[in-house]
């Protein structure tokens, strides 16, 4: 199974942002990682407090994008680019949604997103698969018809300063 390398902060951060208003409201943010590694996430940056936040609802309006452009634009700077997005689920919801797979494509056919066709996206919801942590993660691709392949991967987790210090090892 292919999978997602993430930092212990990345995952902290995912967590504490998802579950910081006792999953009262959805939630989430963008993924950051090195250009040169596709699936290696060491970064996040949470939404802002414009973004549309509701018990089954979270959206990214055009207030919260800005902020998160100039925090991404902060990342590129140094070699970081937008990988993906998490956002929180009702508990027991640990798939895509049709609006999530809707947003993904939009994303993907989009030329300022620049994502190779390689998009990662993280639910965190409370569920009943036995998995170790509540972060289902998921590539988002298209097919040579333009059609959505989404497939779930493995997370995996290290220290930020073994990923970096072992980029080349990845």
Known sequence: MEKV?????????????????GRKLE???ILIGPESHKNVITDVVVSSIHA????????????DVK??????????????????NFHSHPTGMFNLSQGD??????????????????????IVTESNQNVDMPIFSYIVSQDDN??????QVASKMLP??????????I
Request: proline share 2%.
């Open 52 to 63: 549309d936040r509701e018990s089954s609802f979270y959206y990214q309006n055009e207030r």
């Open 5 to 21: 390398l993430f930092s212990s902060n990345a995952i902290g951060s995912i967590l504490v942002e998802c579950y910081k208003n």
């Open 160 to 169: 930020r300063h073994c990923i970096i210090e072992c980029l080349e090892c």
């Open 67 to 84: 902020f998160l452009n100039k925090e991404l634009r902060k990342f590129q700077l140094k070699g970081y680019e937008h990988k993906g």
């Open 101 to 122: 797979i809707d947003t993904s494509l939009n994303m993907l056919r989009s030329p300022s997103y620049k994502l190779n066709n390689n998009l990662i996206m993280c």
């Open 27 to 29: 939630t989430g943010g």
């Open 146 to 151: 333009n059609d959505p392949v989404v497939k």
